[in-house]
């Protein structure tokens, strides 16, 4: 089983910054992919970005250039830091671990965006 638990959520107001952390432990393997996703009220759990183990990223055409995850493996922790933030940004963040060599998925408990003046 891994654990993983979201910090860094907040209320910033258009144009601001703010950077979330996800923390995982548990039985942590590798190779394996970190990411988030994120889910507005009334739609569909979207992806935002994905980093794998080895560095490679993915993105959501929506957050490119705005957005930025990095990820410390001797942490077992995968950040998500946000720039530039739109109204259109709010959402519940749901933090993902996943290993590459098996079918588990898990999923943080989320951590609630408001971009609003």
């Known amino acids: 089983q891994v654990q993983l638990v979201e910090s860094g959520g907040g209320l910033v107001q258009p144009g601001g910054s703010l950077t979330l952390s996800c923390a995982a432990s548990g039985s942590i393997s590798r190779p394996n992919v970190m990411g988030w996703y994120r889910q507005a009220p009334g739609k569909q759990r979207d992806l935002v970005t994905t980093?794998?183990?080895?560095?490679?990223?993915n993105y959501a055409d929506s957050v490119k250039g705005r957005f930025t995850i990095s990820r410390d493996n001797a942490k077992n922790t995968v950040y998500l830091q946000m720039n530039s933030l739109k109204p259109e940004d709010t959402a519940v963040y749901y933090c993902n671990y996943r290993p590459r060599l098996s079918s588990d998925n898990y999923w943080g408990q989320g951590t609630q965006v408001t971009v609003s003046s």
């Open positions: 980093m794998t183990s080895g560095g490679n990223t």
